[in-house]
């Protein structure tokens, strides 16, 4: 069975410091990653995702993510954080033919 | 770009009810999906559709039934409101699931559904 972990339920970070956003995942199969995010009282927008090829993948608004296989991992990374990144983010697995399995999801606080 | 519409905000019901919850995407995609979100558990799969009258369980399918009579509209029916379903109501439509899932979700809005 599929199954993502977040394992941190919020994660502060001051303004222009960087951001990490973590994910852990188990999948039988190849593994297809997302990052979605949600503004309050708004539904999912997807972020970046990873299928194959380079383990760094860039996606919307300066948000990047690093695949790392031996880990089973999928963190979310980004520069330098702004106070408009504070939202509900969620990591979410896919494999052929499965359908979408979503992590609890990790509120980030950007603060000023 | 796809939009998916959720036809209410916010819904107050009282327990016992029927409710209807209503979705439609503009983009002529063949999958559709209802979710529900809780603080804590993420999304849970209540059920999904392939194709016009077909329906499939979820994880959660207790207390919900579905329809799809047209392509574009994916209904969520709670055939008997109980307080366990106030929730966030989530809906999200996929082109295709034959590339084997590669590409992302798209949601609407949400609904958000207080039965008293």
């Known amino acids: 069975a599929q199954s993502v972990a977040q394992p941190e339920d919020q994660v502060n970070v001051a303004e222009g410091n960087p951001l990490t956003v973590k994910c852990t995942y188990s999948?039988?199969?190849?593994?297809?990653l997302f990052w979605y995010v949600q503004y309050p009282n708004r539904g999912l927008q997807f972020l970046l995702k990873y299928i194959t090829g380079d383990n760094l993948v860039k996606g919307s608004y300066g948000f990047e993510a690093e695949f790392n296989k031996s880990q089973t991992s999928f963190h979310l990374k980004k520069p330098s954080a702004l106070v408009s990144d504070s939202a509900l983010y969620f990591c979410?697995?896919?494999?052929?033919?499965?359908?979408?399995?979503f992590g609890p999801g990790t509120r980030l606080s950007v603060l000023p | 770009d796809v939009k998916v519409t959720q036809s209410s905000r916010y819904l107050v019901k009282r327990t016992g009810e029927k409710v209807f919850l209503e979705c439609v995407q503009d983009?002529?995609?063949?999958?559709m999906f209802w979710y529900r979100q809780d603080p804590g558990l993420g999304l849970r799969l209540i059920y999904f559709?392939?194709?016009?009258?077909?329906?499939e369980k979820g994880d959660i399918p207790e207390g919900y039934s579905v329809s799809r009579e047209k392509k574009e509209r994916f209904s969520l029916i709670l055939e008997s409101a109980s307080t366990n379903q106030t929730s966030m109501y989530l809906c999200?439509?996929?082109?295709?699931?034959?590339?084997?899932?590669?590409?992302?979700?798209?949601f609407g809005d949400g609904t958000r559904l207080s039965i008293l």
């Open positions: 999200a439509s996929i082109l295709d699931r034959g590339e084997g899932g590669n590409q992302p979700q798209h």
């Open positions: 559709s392939y194709d016009v009258k077909m329906k």
């Open positions: 983009m002529d995609h063949e999958n």
């Open positions: 979410a697995v896919n494999s052929y033919g499965q359908n979408f399995v």
């Open positions: 999948v039988s199969g190849n593994p297809y």
